[in-house]
Antibody
């Protein structure tokens, strides 16, 4: 059974840092791209960042570029999100999600998310 | 960047009704579209990918159609357990896996 378990959320002051983790099990972690998706309280879903299976390709939403860093450790079946210079608008539940891939024109891209973790709440407030 | 616009933002329908939700892309995305269901307080769940392919285990009353810029999610006979917010998501390139704003479905 595929399981994704996030941890590391909490209350942090504006300008602070936090590191989220996602522990994966039940599948060959090193074969899949992984993503972070967030959801502000009462709002919709927002894609945050993605990392390919071997960490060769990394992408960020414009809203977090330069402040957040995604990484993974395939030996530990773990995904991470280092969040720096946090702002009130970063307050959200952060989900890790496994992505399927599709290939077109000789290139491959992340597509839809077939498994999601339960999420971890990050609150940025003074 | 390609924007995804869902309509309506909310709807109320009776049990057994046919429900249609629309998702429009600001540029053509072929069939690179997925639909998710998020029940209150729960994690999003994949319903449909490639615009019309039903994810394993999803009831057959759910269906998707469309290509290019206009897509629809249809619930053929609304059930009480379908109360949720539904999101579309495009995935046609490396630059952004954008979600629509969501459609909240309630029972009348």
């Amino acid at each position: 059974e595929v399981q994704l378990v996030e941890s590391g959320g909490g209350l942090v002051k504006p300008g602070g840092s936090l590191r989220l983790s996602c522990a994966a099990s039940g599948f060959t972690f090193s074969s899949y791209s992984m993503n972070w998706v967030r959801q502000a309280p009462g709002k919709g879903l927002e894609w945050v960042s993605s990392i390919s299976s071997s960490s060769s390709y990394i992408y960020y939403a414009d809203s977090v570029k330069g402040r957040f860093t995604i990484s993974r450790d395939n030996a530990k079946n773990s995904l991470y999100l280092q969040m720096n210079s946090l702002r009130a608008e970063d307050t959200a539940v952060y989900y890790c999600a496994r992505a399927r891939r599709y290939c077109s024109g000789g290139s491959c891209y992340d597509s839809y998310f077939d498994y999601w973790g339960q999420g971890t709440l990050v609150t940025v407030s003074s | 960047d390609i924007q995804m616009t869902q309509s309506p933002s909310s709807l109320s329908a009776s049990v057994g009704d046919r429900v249609t939700i629309t998702c429009r892309a600001s540029q053509g995305i072929s069939n690179y579209l997925a639909w998710y269901q998020q029940k209150p307080g729960k994690v999003p769940k994949l319903l449909i990918y490639a615009a019309s392919t039903l994810q394993s285990g999803v009831p057959s009353r759910f269906s998707g159609s469309g290509s290019g810029t206009d897509f629809t999610l249809t619930i053929s006979s609304l059930q009480p357990e379908d109360v949720a917010t539904y999101y579309c998501q495009k995935y046609n390139s490396a630059s952004g896996l954008t979600f629509g704003g969501g459609t909240k479905v309630e029972i009348k």
